[in-house]
């Protein structure tokens, strides 16, 4: 039997594991932006979306503004954890970006003009809570309700103050 040195195991551990994590980004990826075929492009998009370093996601959180009437800092600070996949299996940067200014996939959210909508914090609860059953041009994928993961009222609210917050900064 040919011995392996102890580095050489931890560095094969690593590697793997950051193969595991990059499939399941991918699988969870497309979870969250629907399963409908793909173009090239999509694809593209979600894959440098979501290849950003960890440093890289930091650097490009947006400023908030103050939190919606109902809600605390504590609900936007969770929100921000949710939306930026720290917390409750949260997605949305996978299809509106990690700053927030929207990909091929969804949306920008940090202006005051929505697509569909009023952009009120009842109106972003509604919208994360229902999702948006189909793609509304020129974004290619319909947004599931929740954005995926099967979040709680309470993250639904957080992540709803989150966006809020950064769609009505204080700038």
Sequence with gaps: MRSVPVGS???IRYEFSGACAACV????????????EKTKETADAAV??????????VRAIPVTGPPPTGATIQMV???DSIFHGRAAGGLCYVCHG????????GPPLLDHQWITGSGSYEFIQQRVEAGMPAPTPPYLE?????????????DIKSVAAYVYAISHDAR
């Design 142 to 154: 319909p947004m599931p309700p929740m954005g995926g993961p099967p979040l709680t009222r309470g």
């Design 48 to 57: 440098s979306s979501t290849n950003l370093t960890r440093d890289a996601r």
């Design 77 to 79: 600070a969770r929100g």
């Design 25 to 36: 980004v991918g699988v969870l990826g497309t979870l969250a932006c629907g399963a409908g």
């Design 9 to 11: 195991v931890r560095k």
């Design 98 to 105: 990690a700053d927030a200014n929207g990909t091929p996939l």
